[in-house]
């Protein structure tokens, strides 16, 4: 007999996994900055540049996104093990449509102008890249806890990119904040003669959110040091 | 159980949708009141908007207590007649709710036996706007709106859509406020006193052509066919109303 079958070691259970390991570090913090889906990836790009126009309802959409890509992660990886391969695009998009749904059913009963500012934005948070893309490439494969926290990252990644858009998008195209005065209404031009200062149309229109977005993209890949393969 | 057989998959199927559903109609069944109270409430938001009793633009933040309140006041809902321009008196709202439930499947207006007519009076009791619901259909679906006119039922006092299904940031804009200014001051009667609606123009109402300056507003940029909807079951709408109009003006 060895030492080690007679240890009182092998006899516990396997030592407790840390809920904050290398791995589940990895999982939040890579999404939000070196494999961030927006600018990296290029994914959720429809409704980055629909629902930026405002603040308000950016945030929002951000929350929504939140809870439909954190919640289908976790129920995806919870399932993992007793869905058939054949049909797992079929029970993914079920169980995201269905959390689709309730976020929209919950946001037309409790905020219903801004539900109603995000039209089919809301809806259309079932055929977003990342929601489907990280439930068939992370959580299939993941437990729930990593699951989750790849599914916070990512929803996170994607929502700081809204909401800096958004910040410029308001400020710029309205000289508002969440529907708040930023810039002195003093400051304004008030007539053709008169050189004050005023608002950049072109941020309200969905080619001001492809610039912006265009630029923020080539800044990020520009310090995290990002290149497409040749 | 073998996971890739055909049972297997079939019952994962059904236990997936089954699950899904019950957990969905828990959800609606739920918030259903909340949801039927708020698309209420929008709708007295824009009988109040169309009628100028409330600004969004500038005074966006009154209370929703305050709208239910002036909409209580100064609102008087009513169904007519289309024919005789008779308002239907003696009905229990429950007797007026199926009215207007059965009037609601029909979409021709021409072909309903009764309209909804909102009028609007001011603080001393004065009528000020008649509120006319108004339905078209654009590129994709039925958008749901009111044009209200002022006391010379003639002048546009404002219209809004306030329900569609349209392309967002083309058709959808037709609830952009910026535009639905544009109707303001239009008219619907041409001097002889015929009904020519308003005519929204692909490309932009001209000001050299007297009849866009009256009937005319600038079209939506990428949404030609909804704005010829709009002007297509606008006029249907009007020439519903006609009876009840020539009797007011």
Redesign the interface.
């Known amino acids: 007999m060895t030492a080690t079958v007679d240890s009182p070691a092998v006899a516990q259970p396997k030592p407790k996994k840390p809920l904050f390991g290398k791995k589940e570090k990895r999982a939040v913090l890579d999404p939000l900055w070196d494999h961030n889906p927006i600018a990296l990836q290029v994914l959720g790009i429809c409704s980055a540049l629909a629902v930026t126009v405002k603040l308000g309802p950016t945030l929002a959409m951000c929350a929504a996104v939140i809870f439909v890509l954190c919640a289908s992660n976790v129920v995806v990886s919870l399932l993992r093990r007793m869905i058939p391969s054949n049909i797992r695009i079929i029970v993914m998009l079920t169980v995201i449509s269905s959390l689709v749904t309730v976020v929209s059913l919950v946001l037309n009963a409790f905020m219903y102008d801004i539900s109603k500012q995000l039209s089919v934005f809301i809806a259309l948070i079932v055929t977003n890249c990342i929601v489907l893309g990280r439930a068939e490439a992370f959580a299939m494969a993941n437990g729930p806890w990593r699951s989750f926290l790849d599914g916070l990252g990512n929803a996170v990644g994607y929502a700081w990119i809204l909401i800096a858009v958004a910040i410029v998008r308001e400020v710029g195209g309205s000289g508002k904040l969440l529907d708040m005065q930023i810039i002195p209404a003093a400051w304004y031009s008030t007539g053709v003669q008169d050189p004050g200062y005023i608002n950049n149309g072109l941020m309200l229109l969905a080619p001001g959110a492809f610039l912006l977005l265009g630029i923020l993209v080539w800044v990020q890949r520009g310090i995290s040091g990002y290149t497409e393969e040749n | 159980m073998d996971?890739?057989s055909n049972s297997?998959?079939v019952l994962?199927?059904v236990v997936?949708?089954v699950v899904?559903s019950a957990?969905?109609s828990v959800?609606?069944n739920g918030?259903s009141d909340?949801?039927k109270a708020?698309?209420k409430?929008?709708i007295q938001k824009n009988v109040l908007k169309a009628c100028r009793l409330w600004d969004p633009v500038n005074e966006?933040d009154k209370p929703r207590e305050e709208l239910e309140q002036l909409y209580a006041t100064r609102i008087e809902q009513m169904l007519i007649d289309r024919k005789t321009a008779e308002p239907l008196t003696g009905k229990s709202d429950a007797e007026l709710a199926k009215i207007r439930k059965a009037q609601s499947k029909i979409n021709k207006f021409t072909e309903r036996d009764y309209l909804d007519v909102y009028t609007a009076k001011d603080a001393s009791g004065k009528v000020v706007a008649y509120c006319l619901p108004t339905y078209a259909y654009g590129l994709w679906s039925w958008l749901s709106g009111f044009i209200a006119l002022g006391p010379d039922v003639d002048e546009v006092l404002g219209i809004t859509y306030y329900d569609d299904?349209e392309t967002?940031?083309l058709g959808?804009e037709v609830n952009n406020l910026g535009w639905q200014e544009t109707w303001r001051g239009k008219k619907i009667f041409d001097d002889s006193g015929e009904l020519v609606s308003i005519k929204v123009v692909k490309g932009g109402a001209s000001p050299d052509v007297p009849e866009h300056v009256a009937h005319g507003v600038d079209g939506l940029s990428g949404a030609t066919i909804t704005g010829d909807g709009v002007t297509r079951d606008l006029k249907d709408n009007l020439t519903a109303y006609l009876p009840y109009l020539e009797r007011l003006r």
């Open positions: 996971k890739n297997y998959v994962f199927a997936v949708c899904c957990a969905l959800t609606f918030l909340l949801i708020n698309q409430f929008d966006a299904g967002p940031g959808g």
